[in-house]
């Protein structure tokens, strides 16, 4: 006789015995768990149109300014509405202060670095809001607006097999939109970009239509697009969840290789101390008592040097992590590590001592600036490795604080204006002056230039086109950014007439 177990308790006594529990309890959770028949698809359709027509309102015929930091707010806050139970306070005061922070840039200036950091900003934001965990939160950062707009993707194509008519079956009428959907979406959209391009096809399309149609902006049309493109995945969190949790790489592993073993290693790191070894004692040798080989000048040995060595450092660094592994097998290859690791340290710092001199003779540009700035960088990671190898540490513990270094970096870079810098500098000290690459710099130079030509220590910019020629004022609120307030206002005060728009 076989027995048989009844699964799950009936839906009639599940109905009848609604007395026995008490009603749901309200919880802080940690994530996106939004109870989906109490924000139901047309709601979430009405907010996505709001969102549109913001953004329409932020973005249509204007320079992108603090409307970039409007609307990521808005986005955050819009996804942050739609979650249920209510988030921890925990995570609600990280979200607003990475909001914030990333935000700020952008307000500052609007540019290719202060854009990046918002889209990672927000994308941290909002996998946080997800409920994505802590040890995951990078991969997760990394991967949201590709899996965004995959689930987005998905959304359509379901959406579009939903679409039935009365008389019709639900399965003719998917056939019906599946088989009609991408030919009909994109006929409708060639039709309307070929009727702009070709008249004929636009008179004949007006002849056939009674009611002539209003003018359709093609490229207003693409701005809807993507705004709802990027609106949508913010608010379904709750979709994106599971798939922004997926494990990323539990390590990094180097590939194994018959060439790289324990022996060849030690070789290595012999040869290459010996010859950093050389290049060091020259290099002091050179910088302190001036013994330039015959025919070249100071500048050119710090110019030529101070490119090379910086590169010579990066790969230092990357076999420092090749060989790093092989340190457990062979102490002296720790040994040799560390002190090679000190040695590329030095040639590092040598290597801004040669953009110094090199500098001190003909001034600043964005390229010197950005190299003073990644040897800085790249001297922070070397002690950073140093440390590794000596409490042994694997390369993800290196690689993360390494880059939450870059990261610190890229983002003070984006509140700093160089140009400003290059421009004080290269006016402030006695170097061969390039009045063409100065008058080329951007507006924040403006001041710094208008300020020194009222001394007459300065001849001025030649009259060409050069954003130096005026600095543009915002037409409205949209356009508005920090650092081009702050030229205005310091222009106003010290500037030559006809230095303003």
């Not at 001297?379 to 540490?393: D, K, N």
């Amino acid at each position: 006789m076989k027995s048989f177990a009844i699964r799950g308790v009936p839906h009639t006594m599940q109905q009848d015995g609604w007395w026995l529990s008490s009603g749901p309890k309200e919880q802080k959770t940690d994530g996106a768990t939004i109870d989906s028949s109490k924000f139901g698809g047309w709601s979430r359709l009405l907010l996505l149109l709001v969102l549109i027509a913001l953004g329409d309102m932020l973005f249509w015929k204007v320079t992108p300014g603090v409307s970039l930091a409007a609307f990521a707010v808005i986005l955050v806050l819009a996804a942050l509405s739609l979650i249920q139970p209510a988030l921890s306070k925990r995570r609600l005061a990280i979200i607003g202060m990475g909001t914030v922070l990333a935000v700020l840039p952008v307000i500052e200036l609007v540019q290719p670095l202060s854009v990046l950091i918002l889209v990672v900003g927000v994308s941290a934001v909002l996998s946080i809001a997800a409920g994505v965990p802590w040890h995951r939160l990078q991969t997760a950062t990394l991967r949201f607006w590709v899996v965004g707009f995959g689930q987005t993707t998905r959304d359509i194509s379901h959406g579009a097999t939903r679409v039935s008519a009365p008389k019709w079956s639900t399965t003719r009428a998917q056939a019906f939109a599946i088989g009609w959907a991408l030919p009909i979406g994109f006929g409708v959209l060639f039709l309307v970009l070929f009727a702009r391009a070709n008249p004929l096809l636009s008179d004949a399309i007006e002849a056939l239509v009674p009611n002539r149609l209003p003018d359709l902006d093609v490229w207003r049309w693409a701005l809807w697009l993507t705004v709802g493109g990027i609106a949508w995945p913010c608010l379904i969190l709750w979709r994106l969840k599971e798939q922004l949790r997926r494990d990323g790489p539990a390590n990094v592993a180097l590939p194994k290789s018959k060439l790289i073993n324990g022996q060849a290693v030690l070789r290595s790191l012999l040869i290459f101390n010996l010859m950093f070894a050389v290049q060091t004692v020259t290099d002091v040798a050179v910088l302190a008592g001036g013994a330039l080989p015959e025919g070249m000048s100071y500048a050119t040995y710090a110019h030529r040097g101070a490119y090379p060595l910086l590169i010579t450092a990066l790969l230092a660094g990357i076999f420092t992590m090749i060989a790093r592994p092989f340190a457990k097998e062979i102490p002296l290859v720790r040994v040799l590590l560390l002190v090679w690791t000190l040695q590329t340290l030095a040639l590092v710092l040598g290597s801004a001592v040669r953009l110094d001199a090199y500098v001190d003779v003909y001034g600043l540009t964005r390229l010197r600036l950005a190299a003073a700035v990644w040897m800085v960088l790249v001297a922070a990671g070397l002690c950073v490795t140093w440390v590794q190898v000596w409490r042994g540490e694997v390369a993800a513990w290196m690689l993360v604080r390494v880059g939450v270094l870059g990261i610190c970096v890229l983002y003070g870079a984006s509140l700093v204006s160089f140009d400003r810098v290059i421009a004080t500098h290269n006016l402030t000290h006695d170097v061969k002056l390039d009045t063409h690459y100065l008058c080329t710099l951007g507006e924040a130079a403006a001041p710094v230039i208008a300020r020194y030509t009222l001394r007459q220590r300065f001849d001025g910019c030649p009259d060409y086109a050069s954003p130096i020629t005026f600095v543009a004022q915002p037409r409205d609120i949209r356009e508005w950014g920090f650092r081009n307030w702050r030229v205005r206002r310091s222009l106003t005060a010290n500037a030559p007439e006809g230095l303003l728009q």
